[in-house]
């Protein structure tokens, strides 16, 4: 499948460039852009300029969700966002601990929650004059993950493997099976999109700075949100789940204390579209422990987030029970169809013995 060529997002450049903080920048096929560089530790970042187009996805998209109301948003101010997630390496600069479970200075940091995303923001905007760091909304997010297209991806119809990390066993709309890595990989390691931006679907889910709600009816501009909730907004898909669950329109959400590996998030700069959520203002409220896959118990929620989250446990249901079945001969294939009928039921705990243990038996 054929990637898309550099198409710079049209509209008018910064009031100022490049920003005092700025250790390198420049223009090139994808547009203007400018880095940060915090203890050795670069990060770059792309500008996208004011624009309109249309939030969700059209009735006919194949996965769509009631989630997805189609409406058109307007974006009136423009933004500075990260090219990548933030790295490893970035949060241990400024945090002085990396809690990823999948380990690498250039891999995605994970297992964060969005409090700790807050704290990390605070931080790095008291250690950088001028920065204004901060989380996308949900807006800007899928904004800059189109990149002025209308297909389900920013790569069109369809992905691959080779474009995107996510669990290849499990190819949209049916299609051809791709490789399960079972783990993220580096940050600009797979193709950017037409904007230059790398990794915005698959590889971690990626925090916003919304609460979750539903979307208007009509056009909205400069959205950022309810103004209140008891979930923050997910973007992107990730290593685990489907390839229809890294689409463009697709929309996920946990609690603001909540940790996994599979979840990480990318910077923007700006200023905030609303007052009474700066991002980086204060320590968030306590977070729960840090939570830990354990391949002998495999928990099914009940809570809103129910068939998302039977979905990546019933990929690891399969994942170790075709290990075991393997074992007595009986193949993976068969193990599909087995539990492939319908999704484990809610509140159920399955109990798994694994005689074949790996590195990736945590989320």
Same mark, same amino acid.
């Given at each position: 499948?054929?990637?898309? *060529?550099?198409?710079?997002?049209?509209?008018?450049p910064?009031?100022?460039?490049p920003?005092?903080?700025?250790?390198?920048?420049?223009?090139?096929p994808?547009?203007?852009?400018?880095?940060l560089?915090? @203890?050795?530790?670069?990060?770059?970042?792309?500008w996208? #300029?004011?624009?309109?187009?249309?939030m969700?996805?059209?009735k006919?998209?194949?996965d769509?969700?009631?989630?997805?109301?189609?409406?058109?948003? %307007?974006l +009136?101010?423009?933004?500075?966002?990260?090219?990548?997630?933030?790295?490893?390496?970035?949060?241990? *600069?400024?945090? $002085?601990?990396?809690p990823?479970q999948f380990q690498?200075?250039r891999? #995605?940091?994970? +297992?964060?929650?969005w409090?700790? &995303?807050?704290?990390?923001?605070a931080r790095?905007?008291?250690a &950088?004059?001028?920065?204004?760091?901060?989380?996308? +909304?949900e807006a800007e997010? /899928?904004?800059?993950?189109r990149?002025?297209t209308?297909t389900p991806?920013?790569?069109?119809?369809?992905?691959t493997?080779?474009?995107v990390?996510?669990?290849?066993n499990?190819?949209?709309r049916?299609g051809?099976?791709?490789?399960s890595?079972?783990?993220t990989?580096?940050v600009?390691s797979?193709?950017?999109?037409?904007?230059?931006l790398?990794e915005m679907?698959?590889?971690v889910?990626?925090?916003?700075?919304?609460?979750?709600?539903?979307?208007? /009816?009509g056009?909205t &501009?400069d959205?950022?949100?309810?103004?209140?909730?008891?979930r !923050?907004?997910? !973007?992107?898909?990730?290593?685990i789940l489907?390839?229809g669950?890294?689409?463009?329109?697709?929309r996920f959400?946990?609690e603001? $204390?909540?940790?996994n590996?599979?979840?990480?998030? !990318?910077?923007?700069? $700006?200023?905030?579209?609303?007052?009474d959520e700066?991002?980086g203002q204060?320590?968030?409220?306590?977070?729960?422990? @840090?939570?830990k896959?354990?391949t002998g118990?495999i928990? %099914?929620?009940?809570q809103r987030?129910?068939?998302l989250?039977?979905?990546?446990?019933q990929? @690891?249901?399969l994942d170790h029970?075709?290990? $075991?079945?393997?074992?007595?001969?009986i193949? @993976?294939?068969?193990?599909?169809?087995?539990?492939?009928?319908k999704? #484990?039921?809610a509140?159920r705990?399955?109990?798994l013995?694994?005689?074949?243990p790996t590195k990736?038996n945590r989320?």
């Amino acid at each position: 499948m054929k990637n898309p *060529a550099p198409t710079p997002p049209p509209g008018p450049p910064p009031e100022h460039f490049p920003a005092p903080w700025a250790s390198d920048w420049g223009e090139d096929p994808y547009g203007l852009w400018q880095s940060l560089t915090y @203890r050795s530790v670069r990060q770059a970042f792309r500008w996208l #300029p004011p624009g309109q187009f249309f939030m969700g996805s059209p009735k006919n998209e194949h996965d769509r969700l009631d989630s997805e109301l189609q409406h058109e948003v %307007i974006l +009136t101010r423009g933004f500075w966002l990260a090219e990548t997630a933030c790295t490893q390496a970035l949060w241990q *600069a400024v945090m $002085g601990k990396n809690p990823s479970q999948f380990q690498g200075e250039r891999r #995605p940091v994970e +297992t964060v929650s969005w409090n700790e &995303v807050q704290d990390f923001i605070a931080r790095l905007n008291g250690a &950088v004059p001028g920065l204004a760091a901060r989380l996308p +909304t949900e807006a800007e997010w /899928e904004y800059a993950c189109r990149a002025g297209t209308t297909t389900p991806f920013s790569f069109g119809e369809d992905i691959t493997t080779d474009q995107v990390n996510y669990n290849g066993n499990y190819p949209y709309r049916g299609g051809k099976k791709g490789l399960s890595r079972g783990e993220t990989v580096e940050v600009a390691s797979l193709p950017a999109n037409p904007w230059g931006l790398y990794e915005m679907h698959g590889n971690v889910w990626e925090w916003c700075q919304d609460w979750f709600g539903s979307y208007p /009816e009509g056009p909205t &501009v400069d959205p950022s949100g309810p103004e209140t909730g008891e979930r !923050r907004v997910l !973007r992107g898909g990730s290593w685990i789940l489907f390839g229809g669950d890294a689409r463009s329109a697709f929309r996920f959400h946990f609690e603001p $204390g909540r940790r996994n590996g599979y979840v990480g998030f !990318r910077l923007a700069l $700006g200023p905030e579209l609303r007052q009474d959520e700066r991002a980086g203002q204060g320590k968030g409220e306590q977070d729960p422990p @840090r939570e830990k896959f354990d391949t002998g118990q495999i928990r %099914i929620s009940t809570q809103r987030n129910t068939d998302l989250l039977a979905r990546i446990n019933q990929v @690891r249901v399969l994942d170790h029970l075709a290990i $075991g079945f393997e074992n007595l001969g009986i193949g @993976r294939g068969a193990t599909q169809k087995f539990l492939g009928a319908k999704p #484990p039921a809610a509140r159920r705990w399955v109990s798994l013995r694994s005689t074949h243990p790996t590195k990736n038996n945590r989320l």
